[in-house]
């Protein structure tokens, strides 16, 4: 069942034409704790299936990334660095592995719990910069995959404000590496133009193996 927002159909495009989309988009999540919402202001595209080599669905379907290759609406968790969840919207038709990573995001709601989880953020405007971040501050857990964001559920995603396409950016996807990383070919970030919520550009650092 669709609640009043996103249409799924809309979710089943490419995750390039969602992607911009979901810029301004609010996401909810209700926990025992309370309620907090975020407002979407940075996300990057990831396809695959062979077509993305930066997606985790790009050698094929796994039993973590399982849920990237169905309904669209979706939301699919991973782990980074062993410690924290990043959250991503699936996109595209059951079977097609695409999915927007939620980068960053403004508290819209709930700020004295978000504040709560993220107690190392010096100010207001990092609580969601970033997406660990951001599913720190909405209390996302990796438990949390798979459930509807169109649906009824604690967590739900609703269409902001259409934002005209010059408020909207692009650019190279953050701490993706090899081709997947190559800004001519893949330049699958959007973010809203000068919101202070978007974090900085990084680029990846090649990681060295032990001499031996």
């Not at 704790?33 to 796994?62: F, Q, W």
């Not at 699919?76 to 592995?97: E, I, K, L, Q, S």
């Not at 939620?102 to 997406?131: F, I």
Request: charged share 20%.
């Amino acid at each position: 069942m669709t609640v009043a927002g996103f249409d799924r159909a809309a979710l089943e495009a490419h995750a390039v034409e969602v992607a911009p989309l979901l810029l301004g988009a609010v996401l909810t999540h209700a926990t025992p704790e309370g309620v907090v919402a975020v407002r979407l202001t940075e996300v990057e595209a990831y396809s695959g299936l062979g077509e993305d080599p930066g997606s985790h669905a790009h050698r094929g379907r796994t039993p973590r990334n399982a849920v990237m290759f169905g309904e669209a609406g979706r939301l699919y968790t991973y782990f980074t660095y062993g410690m924290h969840t990043c959250a991503n919207v699936v996109t595209g038709a059951p079977g097609t592995a695409g999915g927007v990573l939620l980068r960053g995001g403004e508290v819209v709601d709930g700020l004295e719990l978000a504040r709560s989880r993220r107690a190392a953020a010096r100010k207001d405007v990092d609580l969601a910069r970033g997406p660990a971040r951001l599913a720190s501050a909405l209390g996302i857990a990796l438990a949390d995959g798979g459930a509807d964001l169109l649906g009824e559920g604690d967590l739900a995603l609703r269409p902001g404000e259409p934002l005209p396409a010059a408020a909207v950016a692009t650019g190279p996807r953050v701490g993706v590496s090899g081709p997947g990383g190559d800004a001519s070919a893949f330049p699958w970030r959007f973010w809203i133009t000068d919101d202070p919520t978007v974090s900085q550009y990084r680029r990846a650092v090649p990681r060295r193996r032990a001499a031996g």
